[in-house]
């Protein structure tokens, strides 16, 4: 049995800068274990007082899909052996037996990253998430877009992140694709505003794993008007609803994504199966997109590429 690899979509800086390694440990000196032994991350962790292994390998790799770290251990410690067929192995003859212990209290996942990715899971989970499918001028949202999206989080290609300190002050979440991270305020304190902002990241996730090129604009229309669809679903809705009603409290811009998202729902209701295609004929897109452009938290990145790399 071949061990599987898979190269991490972004770059990995080994060994870490920051925070600084407390030590550097090599396993094995000369072709010989270091100890006398055989060793493994397991090992290496215990030694040093790391309780979670994961805690280990993540600072060297910051990664833990098992393919991806094979990967790593390939490329900077240039591990060969499998004990397993699956997993490379650390040996006493890898040219570079080295890794880097992390400061004393580093934690690589936290109890609200698991919040994190379980609310993530829960929302893509629901039935709503497959009622509906659009087509805009830049991408298709269905539910494979979103299929996809969980595939990564399962298989942890797709990093989640309950630790909200590179959110902006008003935002519930954000996908980051930078690094490929998913970030969910307070994971722990579920709301339906919550669910539909988890939903609306998704999509710009699922766009980037779909390495679809397009402004980020374009993206915001996708997020604002699926985030919309999965509201009205999950609210049960009718589709009679006027966004734009006396009474109505929305933004604008969602009042325009709702209006966009009820013709999608309309057409799903009407028993057609294929993406609704929302094109610019009644200016519905038009006004998402200017409302999109004006506002404070959009405007100063609607021009630019929405992340398009995958994952």
Same mark, same amino acid.
């Given at each position: 049995?071949?061990?599987?690899?898979?190269?991490?979509?972004?770059?990995? =800086?080994?060994?870490?800068?920051?925070?600084?390694?407390?030590?550097? @440990?090599? @396993? &094995?000196?000369? *072709?010989?274990?270091?100890?006398?032994?055989?060793?493994? !991350? *397991?090992?290496?962790?215990?030694?040093?007082?790391?309780?979670?292994? !994961?805690?280990?390998?993540?600072?060297?790799?910051?990664?833990?899909?098992?393919?991806?770290?094979?990967? /790593?251990?390939?490329?900077?410690?240039? /591990?060969?052996?499998?004990?397993?067929?699956?997993?490379?192995?650390?040996?006493?003859?890898?040219?570079?037996?080295?890794?880097?212990?992390?400061?004393?209290?580093?934690?690589?996942?936290?109890?609200?990253?698991?919040?994190?990715?379980?609310?993530?899971?829960?929302?893509?989970?629901?039935?709503?998430?497959?009622?509906?499918?659009?087509?805009?001028?830049? &991408?298709?949202?269905?539910?494979?877009?979103?299929?996809?999206?969980?595939?990564?989080?399962? %298989?942890?290609?797709?990093?989640?992140?309950?630790?909200?300190?590179?959110?902006?002050?008003?935002?519930?979440?954000? !996908?980051?694709?930078?690094?490929?991270?998913?970030?969910?305020?307070?994971?722990?304190?579920? %709301?339906?505003?919550?669910? *539909?902002?988890?939903?609306?990241? &998704?999509?710009? +996730?699922?766009?980037?794993?779909?390495?679809?090129?397009?402004?980020?604009?374009?993206?915001?229309? /996708? *997020? @604002?008007?699926?985030?919309?669809?999965?509201?009205?679903?999950?609210?049960?809705?009718?589709?009679? $609803?006027?966004? $734009?009603?006396?009474?109505?409290?929305? =933004?604008?811009?969602?009042?325009? +994504?709702?209006?966009? +998202?009820?013709?999608?729902?309309?057409?799903?209701?009407?028993?057609?199966? =294929?993406?609704?295609?929302? +094109?610019?004929?009644?200016?519905?897109?038009?006004?998402?997109?200017?409302?999109?452009?004006?506002?404070?938290?959009?405007?100063?990145?609607?021009?630019?590429?929405?992340?398009?790399?995958?994952?």
């Amino acid at each position: 049995m071949a061990v599987k690899i898979r190269k991490p979509a972004k770059p990995i =800086s080994f060994p870490l800068k920051f925070p600084k390694a407390r030590a550097s @440990y090599s @396993y &094995a000196v000369a *072709g010989k274990w270091a100890k006398g032994t055989a060793e493994n !991350w *397991g090992s290496i962790a215990t030694d040093h007082g790391i309780a979670n292994v !994961w805690d280990l390998i993540m600072y060297n790799f910051q990664c833990r899909n098992p393919e991806e770290v094979n990967w /790593c251990m390939q490329e900077f410690l240039k /591990c060969t052996k499998s004990n397993d067929g699956k997993n490379f192995s650390f040996s006493p003859g890898d040219a570079n037996p080295t890794v880097h212990i992390p400061p004393v209290g580093f934690t690589a996942v936290t109890s609200d990253d698991v919040a994190a990715r379980d609310l993530i899971l829960k929302i893509l989970s629901l039935p709503e998430v497959k009622q509906f499918a659009f087509q805009t001028p830049s &991408a298709t949202v269905s539910a494979k877009l979103f299929a996809d999206v969980v595939t990564h989080l399962t %298989s942890h290609t797709i990093l989640c992140s309950g630790n909200s300190a590179g959110l902006p002050a008003t935002a519930l979440g954000r !996908w980051f694709g930078s690094g490929n991270i998913f970030v969910i305020r307070e994971p722990g304190k579920r %709301s339906k505003l919550k669910d *539909g902002i988890v939903l609306h990241e &998704a999509t710009h +996730a699922g766009l980037d794993v779909a390495k679809k090129k397009m402004l980020t604009l374009e993206a915001e229309v /996708c *997020g @604002y008007v699926a985030e919309a669809a999965f509201s009205l679903l999950v609210n049960k809705v009718p589709l009679t $609803f006027n966004p $734009f009603a006396l009474g109505v409290k929305m =933004s604008p811009i969602r009042q325009w +994504a709702s209006a966009l +998202a009820l013709e999608v729902l309309q057409h799903r209701a009407a028993g057609k199966s =294929s993406p609704y295609v929302i +094109a610019n004929t009644n200016g519905k897109l038009s006004m998402l997109r200017i409302f999109i452009r004006a506002d404070p938290v959009h405007k100063a990145e609607a021009e630019t590429d929405h992340p398009d790399d995958g994952v």
